[in-house]
Nanobody, 123 residues
Framework: QVQLVESGGGLVQAGGSLRVSCAAS????????MGWFRQAPGKERDFVAA????????QYAESVKGRFTISRDGAKNTVYLQMNSLNPEDTAVYYC????????????????WGQGTQVTVSS
């Protein structure tokens, strides 16, 4: 079993920056591929970014390319999402996901999910 706990969400003005974190614990959590998804009110949960367990492969949604950066600290079993140039359309609950298969993470079919952290961008 793997536990994922997100943190770092909050309220930020448009154009600002925020970094959210996801700490993983449990069974060989450092070997899992991880990703971020987000869900805005009344909308489906959408892929944001994903990173392989070694960090060699990274993917982003087109809507966040150039603004968001995913990274991970293997020693801390933590994945980060640095979000810059935020706009109100980025407002959502941000979820962390993990799976042994990178494709599963990207597809939103990860085996493990966190509870989410709210990010609100004011105009």
């Amino acid at each position: 079993q793997v536990q994922l706990v997100e943190s770092g969400g909050g309220l930020v003005q448009a154009g600002g920056s925020l970094r959210v974190s996801c700490a993983a614990s449990g069974r060989t959590s450092s070997m899992f591929n991880m990703g971020w998804f987000r869900q805005a009110p009344g909308k489906e949960r959408d892929f944001v970014a994903a990173i392989t367990w070694g960090g060699a492969n990274i993917q982003y949604a087109e809507s966040v390319k150039g603004r968001f950066t995913i990274s991970r600290d293997g020693a801390k079993n933590t994945v980060y999402l640095q979000m810059n140039s935020l706009n109100p359309e980025d407002t959502a609950v941000y979820y962390c996901a993990a799976d042994v298969r990178f494709s599963a993470v990207v597809a939103g079919a990860g085996a493990y999910w966190g509870q989410g952290t709210q990010v609100t961008v004011s105009s």
